[in-house]
């Protein structure tokens, strides 16, 4: 009853300052969408390695026609080598989803095409640093003369590259956060600054008839949560418009390297949280501003 | 009868300047008590005191027994809901109807919306405007206006009323209009405590046989003397002296006549 009082207070003040509103929300909303992006861009980075399977250095590509058998033995042989941490056998038809995944809309490509066509590989782990040592190394080529083995590819560091991009994308994820975050208390805290300005005649009679701190801060605490809650939901929305905007011509560019699929957007869960973080990001912008202006 | 108001030695001073001066008073349960005295007298600063908007600087103050100078922030407001206060402003919000002024009060008691609109209608029926519950302060009078803040002041049935300079902008006849609402409430048994130098209102407590109580530069003076027969105190061997400005005397002119 008390919150449907104060949400209604909230009301009544802002209503009062529409534009005020508007630019606290529209400035918050932006803000947002800035550490959206590079979430966003973290989170298909991310996608993009484990679909790649980020952690593989070397893919050992099997003759045709050789058996199950054979590749198990070849598998077998390159786990116990010094330096490798883990191997997984691709047959065909796994080599052939992957693909057809990758092409996403464009699958259609493939239409027509024998579903057999791709090599089965042997897909190996390394150890950090061996991938470098193993490419001179005498045994890489005995590997690539091994029977049953068409070819070995060295994918270099590149796994390990991504893996520093993908941190890089985070913390700067969380610098960026860090700073919109202050922005967005001042943002917050300064409209709210103005409310209690304009109403310093209402709050000073509420607290004339006995109203205690609590029930004069209220609606401006509602008012920060709702302009925060606004502000995070416009922002979701705007960075929808944009990823669906830009995604098609970033997978054309991307091509078959996106071998997890078309490049993926937050979850409802993560986005209904986002906007519960705004919300409180807002009533926190407001106490701060209310603590030095509000007392009884 | 038990004090609801007593201040003993209290001392009030902004930014080094001494707006109260050692100042003791009691007011009983359901006295009517008049601050007289000329503007920066200290009326206003006491009254603010006794609200708890402001803290003594040294002294005793108590509210329905209650010490102010003791008081947690966090427990002014439930001391404040058991005072009505009354400006001469009026103090009214511009943006709400008479009914929803007036049901301020009830609202932060968490009663509901039938529950304030029935009370409050009440308290405006109290005062004459039972007919103006939906009019917002602009489009009534000065004496309206204040009855709107009397009603606002009485409607959670508060144990003390005060009154800073409660008919300052209003003529003689709402001004005598408010001062009989005042009597009213008085009968009532709630206790009045009025800052003013309004002769009419002097020249009205007089009458009615209320108490009143003379604060000149901070310092009270004839206290609890009836006003036609102001006493004056020796200087060397009260304590205090009486001082005059040219508005006290004029009170003091007005209620000898």
Redesign the interface.
């Known amino acids: 009853m008390s919150f449907v009082r104060s949400l209604r207070r909230a009301w009544d003040g802002a209503r009062g300052k529409p534009l005020i509103q508007l630019v606290a929300v529209g400035t918050i909303a932006l803000s947002l969408l800035l550490v959206g992006v590079v979430e966003l861009t973290a989170l298909n980075v991310r996608r993009l390695s484990a679909g790649w399977g980020g952690d593989v250095q070397m893919t050992v590509y099997l003759e045709d026609g050789v058996t199950p058998a054979r590749a198990n033995k070849v598998a077998a042989a390159l786990a116990k080598l010094p330096g490798v941490v883990g191997v997984r056998t691709v047959d065909a038809h796994e080599a052939w989803t992957r693909l057809r995944r990758s092409l996403g809309a464009r699958a259609d490509l493939l239409d027509g095409v024998e579903e057999g066509f791709l090599p089965a590989s042997i897909e190996v782990s390394l150890k950090p640093g061996v991938a470098e040592v193993l490419r001179v190394h005498p045994a890489f080529e005995r590997l690539r003369h091994t029977a049953g083995v068409e070819d070995v590819e060295l994918s270099g560091n590149w796994a390990a590259r991504l893996r520093d991009i993908e941190h890089l994308l985070s913390v700067a994820g969380w610098a960026v956060a860090a700073l919109v975050l202050c922005a967005c208390l001042y943002i917050v805290g300064s409209t709210i600054r103005l409310g209690v300005f304009a109403r310093r005649d209402e709050i000073e009679i509420w607290k004339l008839v006995g109203a205690t701190n609590g029930f004069v801060k209220a609606p401006f605490l509602v008012e920060g949560g709702v302009q925060g809650a606004l502000g995070t939901g416009l922002a979701v929305m705007l960075l929808y418009g944009l990823y669906r905007l830009a995604s098609p011509h970033v997978e054309a560019v991307l091509g078959g390297w996106l071998a997890s699929g078309p490049l993926g957007f937050f979850s409802p869960a993560q986005l209904a949280l986002a906007v519960l973080l705004g919300a409180l990001l807002g009533v926190a912008g407001s106490a701060v501003a209310l603590g030095r202006y509000v007392r009884v | 009868m038990r004090n609801m108001i007593q201040l003993e030695a209290v001392w009030k001073s902004f930014s080094g300047a001494s707006a109260l001066r050692g100042v003791s008073l009691t007011v009983g349960e359901g006295d009517a008590v008049l601050l007289t005295g000329p503007s920066g007298a200290g009326k206003t600063t006491l009254l603010r005191l006794v609200?708890a908007?402001e803290r003594p600087d040294r002294g005793e103050l108590s509210v329905a027994g209650r010490s102010l100078a003791r008081l947690s922030?966090?427990s002014?407001?439930?001391?404040?809901?058991n005072i009505g206060?009354v400006f001469q402003d009026f103090?009214l919000?511009g943006?709400r109807t008479a009914l929803e002024n007036v049901g301020?009060?009830l609202?932060?008691l968490?009663l509901g919306r039938k529950d304030i609109r029935a009370r409050a209608a009440s308290a405006l029926d109290a005062v004459g405007l039972g007919a103006r519950l939906e009019a917002r302060p602009a489009s009534l009078s000065g004496g309206e206006q204040q009855r709107v803040a009397v009603a606002?002041a009485i409607v959670?049935e508060p144990a003390i009323l005060l009154g800073d300079e409660p008919t300052g902008n209003l003529d003689p006849q709402r001004t005598l209009e408010l001062l009989e609402l005042f009597e009213a409430i008085h009968q009532r048994g709630t206790t009045l405590l009025l800052a003013t130098h309004d002769p009419t209102v002097v020249d009205f407590g007089v009458e009615h046989g209320w108490r009143c109580a003379r604060l000149v530069d901070g310092e009270l003076l004839d206290v609890d003397l009836p006003p036609s027969r102001p006493q004056r105190h020796d200087e060397e061997t009260e304590g205090f002296a009486t001082r005059e400005s040219p508005d006290d005397t004029e009170v003091i002119r007005v209620v000898r006549a």
């Open positions: 609200f908007a922030d966090a002014i407001p439930y001391v404040r809901r206060v103090k919000l943006e301020m009060p609202e932060i968490g606002r959670g």
